[in-house]
């Protein structure tokens, strides 16, 4: 795919807490750098992490990827034993440094740090609420507008001091989906909370740490935690990390260096079943992450076992283009017997900025990052799967590549339903017309790509390949607002 015919999911957080003596030997800088390292794939525009050693807060922000953003000259002089991190892509507020996160504020109460995932579909009717309170806004974002939420707005019946989880609890009563977020206070702690939908994910890991230490000249076995919270569990495994368990939908949690507590779930009245986005299974996930107690590899797979049983076409192969499909390739290609092949190698020094949006050169985009595997395409008959299509402006240039070396068929194969319908929460969906299913038929659409035939995988099809390996049923639901036009809750326009 090139970079237009690409789903963004709005961001990453990453959060780490531990003792200060424990820091000594597991740098918490360098455990949320290979954190947000692993969750790249997530937000590429900008990248941001704060850490505090107890008295001060320290911050890094940059454009670009966490490779670029933090140098190594950065990360051995930065000290600290807790922080929060963030990688962006924007959905709500302009791709500038001004947007990244996290937000850090000033409070009477010490500095707090805020890093969220999602986007709040009421957010129009909060920036007003802010605004007519006086409150100044200096960005577009979504986050900012929490974080102020965070700080002024104390709810009713807070006295002395500071209540950070009635202080959530007064939040997430005003914000509507979607949103997991991090608050990092000037107290050494982190809450991490998600909305009641559980419409973005959030889950929780501990590191444990072994280090010796001299005592009247003999040698003593210590160990110690870091506790980690992540968008996924993918990041774990970078980390050194075991996965505890995913934070449930309205949970809010708080990590200190003495461990993690579950502190209060919060649930909304109107809200039947939670509505986590069930694209994180077909595409915005990383295939090694967890959610709902399965292995998203192992969803994509069913999902090509699933399409397999409901479009199988006589062919001499299965295959597809590197590499988010080809766990659903695999699936289709076990559930037919059709045996799988590569068709196409890439090239993966090329970068998806290096393809323009112009026609002329989409194509030669196309041409120079995959080469053809003429042996295994001339004259056969070729099953090509696709874990989804946005715009289709990649697809016929794929084709023209297999046809231009002698494959006799090509039959497309979609192991999602066709996107008919914007996100609001947090995903940039094209517009409605932007959308190449709401302007051809499957039919239609095989004719306009030059294929014998192309098939989708129905919701039916993508709900039962889901629903197959849950393992929580109590916080299971799905929002496929995107595929049906049925959003979770009423939108603001």
């Known amino acids: ?129 802010l605004l007519k309170h006086g409150i100044g806004l200096s960005t577009e974002s979504d986050s900012e507008m929490i974080t102020q939420l965070l700080v002024s707005e104390p709810p009713h019946g807070e006295s002395d001091g500071v209540n950070w989880v009635s202080r959530i609890v007064h939040v997430m009563s005003v914000i509507h989906c979607s949103y997991s977020i991090l608050l990092m206070t000037s107290q050494e702690e982190i809450y991490a909370f998600r909305d009641p939908f559980g419409n973005r994910p959030l889950c929780l890991g501990e590191i444990k740490v072994s280090y010796t230490t001299n005592l009247d000249a003999k040698k003593a076995l210590n160990s110690c935690s870091i506790y980690v919270v992540s968008s996924e569990s993918c990041a774990f495994s970078s980390v050194g990390a075991e996965f505890l368990r995913e934070v449930h939908p309205g949970e809010i949690v708080r990590l200190t260096s003495n461990g993690i507590e579950s502190l209060r779930t919060v649930k909304r009245p109107d809200l039947t079943t939670p509505a986590f986005c069930i694209f994180e299974y077909v595409y915005f996930a990383r295939a090694d992450s967890f959610f709902e107690g399965q292995l998203v590899h192992a969803v994509r797979k069913e999902c090509g076992r699933q399409l397999a049983i409901e479009g199988c076409v ?154 197959k390996g849950v393992k929580h049923k109590e916080h299971s639901g799905h929002c496929k607002a995107c595929l049906t036009g049925k959003y979770p809750l009423e939108l603001e326009w």
């Open 1 to 129: 795919m090139d970079s237009s015919d690409i789903l963004r999911d709005a961001c990453a957080v990453f959060g780490c807490a531990t003792t200060k003596k424990c820091s000594q030997f597991a740098s918490v800088v360098d455990t949320l750098y290979l954190g947000l390292m692993a969750l790249q794939h997530r937000g590429q525009e900008s990248s941001g992490m704060v850490t505090s050693d107890g008295t001060s807060f320290k911050t890094m922000k940059g454009m670009g990827l966490v490779s670029s953003v933090y140098t190594q000259s950065t990360v051995d002089s930065r000290e600290g034993h807790i922080g929060i991190g963030h990688n962006r892509y924007s959905t709500s507020g302009t791709s500038t440094l001004l947007n990244c996160q996290p937000f850090v504020v000033h409070t009477e109460y010490g500095r707090i740090a805020v890093a969220h995932n999602g986007e709040i579909v009421n957010a129009k009717s909060v920036r007003q609420r």
């Open 314 to 467: 006589d062919a001499d192969i299965v295959s597809t283009i590197p590499d988010s499909a080809t766990p659903a390739a695999r699936g289709f290609s076990e559930q037919s017997g059709i045996p799988y092949e590569s068709v196409v190698v890439k090239n993966r020094y090329i970068g998806r900025t290096f393809i323009q949006p112009t026609s002329a050169l989409r194509k030669r985009g196309v041409t120079t990052k995959f080469g053809p595997l003429i042996d295994n395409i001339m004259g056969k008959r070729i099953i090509l799967i696709d874990d989804s299509i946005v715009r289709g402006n990649t697809m016929p240039h794929i084709i023209e590549l297999l046809k231009r070396s002698g494959a006799k068929e090509v039959h497309i194969r979609v192991a999602s339903p066709p996107l008919k319908h914007p996100c609001f929460m947090g995903v940039n969906i094209p517009t409605h017309d932007e959308l190449i299913a709401n302007r051809y038929s499957p039919l239609e659409m095989a004719k306009h790509f030059g294929v014998d035939t192309l098939v989708y995988l129905s919701v039916e099809g993508l709900q039962k390949a889901v629903a």
